[in-house]
């Protein structure tokens, strides 16, 4: 069984700020969690950025693995089924953010962790989550 490494992730964190200057976009704040849902390494990039940004990709990457889904899937599922987005929210306490910008870290077909973006638009925040996995040699499940 394959784990995330503090090495991996950190370059997940470093390559997902790079694309996001490279594209021009807002400031990103980036979270990595492992397999379990913990933290595993986060960075927010200088200049102006929203109080929330830290929760919003902490929240992204969470539910992502804690459902085994991207967050853009988890949000199709919830605006189909609004009440189960609302349980899902209820059982990860608040955590869990059903918006593009959290994206499956998996190693072959194994998911070995989150990566959770926000600071730019949903589809952008996932486009630099997606080069951020890409980038460590893992494969990025959206």
């Not at 694309?19 to 704040?29: A, V």
């Not at 933290?39 to 109080?51: E, I, S």
């Amino acid at each position: 069984m394959a784990k995330l490494t503090l090495e991996q992730a950190q370059t997940i964190i470093d390559k997902t700020l790079a694309k996001g200057k490279e594209m021009g976009l807002r400031p990103l704040t980036v979270a990595v969690v492992d397999d379990g849902g913990n933290l595993k390494t986060f960075a927010r990039a200088d200049g102006p950025g929203a109080a929330l940004r830290p929760q919003i990709a902490t929240g992204k990457a969470f539910g992502a693995v804690g459902m085994g889904l991207s967050s853009r899937a988890i949000g199709e599922r919830v605006a189909e089924r609004p009440q189960f987005g609302v349980a899902l929210v209820g059982a990860s306490e608040g955590r869990l953010i059903p918006v593009p910008g959290g994206v499956l870290i998996k190693s072959g077909d194994e998911v070995i962790g989150a990566v959770g973006v926000s600071g730019d638009t949903s589809d952008n925040d996932e486009a630099a989550a997606v080069a951020g996995i890409e980038a460590a040699g893992l494969t990025a499940g959206i």
